[in-house]
């Protein structure tokens, strides 16, 4: 059974750093995405970043280039979104997301990802 579970988000000021977690279970082939979104209140879910297991290619959404950055664990049991000059506007709950097959392209929407964590939230106060 597939699972996700995030952790580490929190409260913080505006400019500080933070880093989540997603640690993964239920599947052990390399060949899958993983993906953070998130989700402010009245705003739909939106992409920040991707990575492919096979080969860690990234793809981020332009609200965060430059200050997030997602990464695997060497067994890729674990996903982590680091980020870095945190705003106010990046306050969200947080979700990772898995996608357990290739596709020829970065997969970006919510509908492209079957399996959800629970998602942590991150406040941002300026």
């Known amino acids: 059974q597939v699972q996700l579970v995030e952790s580490g988000g929190r409260s913080v000021q505006a400019g500080e750093s933070l880093r989540l977690s997603c640690t993964s279970s239920?599947?052990?082939?390399?060949?899958?995405?993983e993906a953070w979104f998130r989700q402010a209140p009245g705003k739909e879910r939106e992409v920040i970043a991707v990575?492919?297991?096979?080969?860690?290619?990234?793809v981020y959404s332009d609200s965060v280039k430059g200050r997030f950055t997602i990464s695997l664990t060497r067994d890729k049991n674990t996903m982590y979104l680091h980020m870095d000059n945190l705003k106010p506007e990046d306050t969200a709950m947080y979700y990772c997301?898995?996608?357990?097959?290739?596709?020829?392209?970065?997969?970006?929407?919510?509908?492209?990802?079957?399996?959800w964590g629970q998602g942590t939230q991150v406040t941002v106060s300026s």
């Open positions: 997301a898995a996608l357990l097959e290739y596709t020829r392209y970065f997969p970006t929407r919510p509908s492209d990802y079957p399996y």
């Open positions: 239920g599947f052990t082939d390399a060949n899958f995405f």
């Open positions: 990575i492919y297991a096979g080969n860690e290619n990234t």
